[in-house]
């Protein structure tokens, strides 16, 4: 019998948090009287937290973990932590304890008597440095008005998810900031929204820096791209490359019979000639890419790929 429901973890060197982070999510559980599986995924760490997570995995069979041979990133971990799941519904958080697994009960019960395919969590209050806070507002507004998503915060760890959500996306890359999008363009519309704690960090430090937020625009922009034409991509490359060559051939067209009928010298030294000529090169060569993008879709290989190294209690 499937729990009702699963909560994925992942982890990169987070040792001093697991053994309080599993106590705390198993209370939970109890005290709501929710049948739980926990699945941790180690993202190649380096200090001990995966000889911790093998003493949980034998102390309860129903703490699960899996462990990456090197560090694929947050998006491999969720991929892979979403294909072991099996409850009805998925819970993610980090696992450096400033996500509260308390808010368990209420997140499952938004998305099962509440009807939404997800629920992200909004840590209203937050307690980061007004260097991650100033920024994860500006892109937060930026994704709710390309995605037309009303969230406000797409990059909480904190989400709850239908199990048909998680097996019908793909995520990978860098795109896990970006799942409600995903979710979205895959057809999951009816996405909510839940204020949920935010508690300081007690041990290590985190994991990402400021860079996140110069490829958060890009990341943005790929996996609009990706949902929307990466099974197609000749609707993309296909469209703008006959606009740019029919314009192109057009004008070139036209300075011809500029030529021809009213005998008008000097076309070559026109810069709209140029002008012609570029785009109709560039409709070309847009066309060609889509053409050659389509073939390589057609062929694409699973990105599922990950070199999982052990698993415990599957």
């Known amino acids: 019998m499937s729990p009702q429901v699963s909560v994925v973890i992942p982890l990169l060197n987070e040792e001093d948090s697991l053994h309080e982070l599993a106590q705390r999510i198993q209370q939970v559980a109890s005290s709501s009287n929710l049948s739980t599986e926990i699945i941790f995924v180690d993202d190649g760490s380096t200090d001990g937290s995966w000889q911790l997570l093998e003493q949980l995995a034998q102390s309860n069979p129903n703490i699960k973990a899996i462990r990456f041979r090197r560090n694929y990133g947050k998006s491999a971990a969720l991929n892979v932590g979403f294909e072991a799941a099996q409850g009805d519904v998925i819970i ?11 808010e368990i009960p209420e997140l499952y019960k938004m998305t099962t008597e509440g009807g939404y395919d997800l629920v992200s969590g909004w840590k209203k209050k937050r307690h980061d440095p007004i260097s991650k806070r100033i920024p994860s507002r500006f892109f937060n507004r930026v994704t709710q008005m390309m995605s037309g998503i009303k969230l406000h915060d797409f990059n909480c760890g904190l ?7 998680v097996k019908s996306i793909e995520v990978f890359g860098e795109m896990h900031r970006y ?5 979205k363009q895959a057809g999951f519309r009816k996405i909510g929204e839940k204020v949920v704690q935010h508690h300081k960090r007690k041990h290590g430090k985190s994991k990402y820096g400021l860079e996140r937020y110069m490829r958060g625009f890009l990341d943005l922009m790929t996996v609009l791209f990706v949902t929307r034409f990466g099974k197609r991509p000749m609707h993309f490359f296909g469209t703008w490359g006959v606009i740019f060559f029919v314009v192109g051939f057009g004008i070139l067209v036209w300075l011809s019979i500029e030529k021809l ?8 030294t ?32 699973d990105r599922n790929s990950y070199l999982v190294e052990k698993r415990l209690n599957h």
Do not use: C, H, W
Not at 261 to 268: C, P, S, T
């Open 92 to 102: 993610t958080m980090d696992a450096d304890l400033q996500d509260d697994p308390a």
């Open 159 to 165: 989400k709850a998810y239908r199990r048909d959500v």
């Open 179 to 183: 799942i409600p999008v995903i979710a």
């Open 261 to 268: 009928a009213y005998n008008v010298g000097g076309i070559a």
């Open 270 to 301: 026109r810069p709209i000639f140029f002008f012609g000529l570029i785009t109709l090169v560039v409709g070309a060569q847009l066309f060609l890419t889509g053409f050659l993008a389509e073939l390589i879709s057609r062929n694409a290989v």
